[in-house]
């Protein structure tokens, strides 16, 4: 059995890498769109299509599906961003 154990200072870095990524998506910096598309937010969270899925799956990222596309508000990705964050 392998264990990891995660440190304070893991979690100052996540802190601040969840701080940069507040700062790059926030409105009126440069980025004037509202919603985003799939590979959008993959893109800027960093995570895999399975993880995107699974965030909608269970509730946890809203999502409007129009035609084939899925978009998400930046709103709400700032939201899960800072409830991650306490």
Known sequence: MN???ITKDDLRRIEN???EIKGLIKPGQGQSKQWLKSYEVRKLLNIS???LQNLR???T???TKIGGLLYYKLEDIE???EGNSR
Request: proline share 6%; charged share 15%; no cysteine.
């Open 61 to 63: 990222l809203r999502y």
């Open 79 to 81: 939201k899960l961003l």
């Open 3 to 5: 264990i990891e154990f």
């Open 49 to 51: 299509p399975g993880t």
């Open 17 to 19: 890498l969840l701080g």
């Open 57 to 59: 799956v269970n509730g």
